[in-house]
C-alpha cells in the first residue's frame, strides 16, 4: 500500500523513481541490494518493505526478523557506501502503550510482540549505519492495493447489521496518500535525521474509526462496543498507540478524517 502511494506521489512530482517489487529485488540479499543501488544511483531510498503479519511474526519470527531488523541494516549500509539517504519506515508498536498521553520520539521502547521487536532491530540498524537516515514511524496505515482495516469494515459491513470493534485500543489512522508525500519531503531534507514520528492527526479507538467509515461511506451497519478480551490474537497490542512528537520541524499530517475521507472519495471514483 505505502510504496505505491510513495511511487504515484514521486511520478507526480516529476521525480525520477526507480520502485522495486519483491520479486525484482530481495532486500535481506546483500549482495543483491549492493548491486540495485550501485546501479541506480539514487540520492535517497524510501524503504517501504516489511513483514507486516503481525499474528505470524509470533509463530515466523526469523522472517519477520530477517525482513524488519535485517534487511533495513543492509540497506542502510549499502545507501552509505554511494551517499544516499535512506528513510525507513518504522512503527508504534516499538512501544508497550501503557502511556495515556501521545509517545515522543525520545520516549522508552519496550514492545509486546514479536513484530514490534523485530522493527525495533530495524530501526536500531539504519541509525547505527549512518547518522545521516531518517526513520519515521507510523501507525493503522490503510490505502489502495493491500488488505487494511477500511476495507475490512466495509466487507463485513456489506454482509451484516452489526459488528462488534473494540475500544480499548486507541490511535491515529494515517492515510497513504497523506505519508507518502512526507516520506519523499523528509528524504529531501537531508539536515533531519534520526527518528521521526508521523500519523495522521487526533486519537480514536478503533471502535470510533468503524462508525466514521461506515457514516461516511454510506453504511447501515450498527457498531457495537466490545474489547480486547473478547478477541484473543497470538499477538499482544498495545492499548495506547498515540503517536505525539517533539521534533520541530515535524512531520506533520492532516487529520485522519481528512485522510478517510480522499481515500473513500479515491475509492469511489476506481469503481
Not at 24 to 42: G, H, K, M, N
Request: hydrophobic share 45%; charged share 25%.
Amino acid at each position: 500500500m505505502l510504496g505505491r502511494a510513495t511511487v504515484e506521489h514521486a511520478r507526480r512530482l516529476g521525480l525520477e523513481v526507480v520502485p522495486f517489487t519483491r520479486a525484482e529485488l530481495d532486500i535481506t540479499d546483500a549482495d543483491a541490494v549492493e548491486a540495485a543501488l550501485r546501479r541506480t544511483q539514487p540520492t535517497a531510498i524510501v524503504n517501504c518493505a516489511a513483514w507486516t503479519d503481525v499474528d505470524g511474526a509470533e509463530e515466523h519470527g526469523d522472517r519477520a526478523m530477517l525482513a524488519n531488523g535485517t534487511a533495513p541494516g543492509l540497506l542502510a549500509n549499502a545507501a552509505e557506501a554511494i551517499d544516499a539517504r535512506l528513510v525507513h519506515v518504522s512503527t508504534d508498536y516499538v512501544f508497550d502503550g501503557s502511556k495515556t498521553e501521545p509517545w515522543v520520539e525520545s520516549d522508552p521502547v519496550g514492545p509486546l510482540n514479536v513484530y514490534g521487536a523485530t522493527k525495533l532491530a530495524g530501526e536500531r540498524a539504519v541509525l547505527e549505519a549512518d547518522a545521516g537516515h531518517a526513520v519515521v514511524r507510523t501507525a493503522w496505515v490503510y490505502g489502495a492495493g493491500g488488505t487494511n482495516f477500511v476495507e475490512t469494515m466495509l466487507r463485513l459491513g456489506a454482509d451484516r447489521d452489526e459488528i462488534s470493534v473494540v475500544t480499548d485500543q486507541i490511535g491515529r489512522p494515517t492515510w497513504t496518500g497523506h505519508l507518502a508525500p512526507a516520506l519523499l519531503e523528509l528524504a529531501e531534507r537531508r539536515e533531519d535525521t534520526g527518528l521521526f514520528h508521523a500519523t495522521g492527526e487526533d486519537a480514536v479507538s478503533w471502535n470510533e474509526f468503524a462508525i466514521e467509515i461506515f457514516d461516511r461511506a454510506g453504511v447501515a451497519c450498527r457498531v457495537v462496543p466490545t474489547t480486547s478480551d473478547a478477541f484473543p490474537r497470538p499477538a499482544a497490542r498495545p492499548a495506547y498507540s498515540v503517536l505525539g512528537t517533539e521534533r520541530d520541524p515535524a512531520v506533520v499530517l492532516p487529520p485522519w478524517q481528512d485522510g478517510l475521507a480522499a481515500y473513500l472519495d479515491a475509492r469511489a471514483g476506481a469503481a
